[in-house]
């Protein structure tokens, strides 16, 4: 979004790395062979599975994250207005 905003891929990076919700996983090129890959889709069917089967500190912990993703979604709009309205001024 920012990207599309015109930020250059380093001051995007920079300003999104702000909203992350948690760590960034590494391509599998950069792990070393003792580690176990788990493919992403496998990864967040495990998540749906133990928010659905998890108790209640899981699915406040889940319900947490979805506030927050939606908190930083508006957050990353928000930057886009404020990013083309100082385009407009230049």
Same mark, same amino acid.
């Given at each position: ?9 380093? &001051? ?15 391509? @599998? !090129? ?28 899981? &699915? ?8 927050? &993703? !939606? @908190? @930083? ?11 083309? !309205?100082?385009?407009? @001024?230049?």
């Amino acid at each position: 979004m920012l990207r599309d905003a015109g930020f250059n891929r380093i &001051k995007a990076y920079r300003e999104a790395r702000y909203h992350a919700t948690g760590a960034r996983g590494f391509h @599998k !090129s950069r792990v070393e062979s003792d580690f176990d890959l788990i493919a992403l889709k496998d990864w967040r069917a495990r998540i749906a599975e133990l928010t659905e089967k998890g108790d209640s500190r899981m &699915k406040s912990v889940h319900a947490a994250l979805v506030e927050f &993703k !939606s @908190k @930083k979604d508006e957050s990353l709009k928000i930057w886009e207005r404020l990013y083309r !309205s100082k385009g407009a @001024k230049s």
